[in-house]
Nanobody
Framework: VQLQAYGGGLVQPGGSLGLSCRAS????????MGWYSQAPGGQRELVAS???????RYGDSVKGRFTISGDNAWKTVYLQMNDLRPEDTAVYYC?????????WGAGTQVTVSS
């Protein structure tokens, strides 16, 4: 299973950015997908996650600003990030549980700065 992330970059405070992550390979079922962030010197933390059944979770700091969704084939998840703040600056990692096993994608940098 491979997780390929797209998006990220530099944005000004108050701006918006989108991330997407696509799962590929041979598998039977995606149990859930999501995004974690890790700021310099910090721990990896949940940003948002979702399941095919529609169960979503958000980190407290992003509630009301970020939205996670999956496509109909449920191989790609999207993270829409609005009203970005400097404290959102971090490396964002795509994660998935596939056939009950965890997988991580390579991180993508999100920098919020004027």
């Amino acid at each position: 299973v491979q997780l390929q992330a797209y998006g990220g970059g530099l944005v000004q405070p108050g701006g918006s950015l989108g991330l997407s992550c696509r799962a590929s390979g041979f598998f039977s079922r995606i149990n859930g997908m999501g995004w974690y962030s890790q700021a310099p010197g910090g721990q990896r933390e949940l940003v948002a996650s979702t399941t095919p059944g529609g169960n979503t979770r958000y980190g407290d700091s992003v509630k009301g600003r970020f939205t996670i969704s999956g496509d109909n084939a449920w191989k790609t998840v999207y993270l829409q990030m609005n009203d970005l703040r400097p404290e959102d600056t971090a490396v964002y990692y795509c994660a998935a549980v596939v056939d009950d096993k965890p997988y991580w994608g390579a991180g993508t940098q999100v920098t919020v700065s004027s």
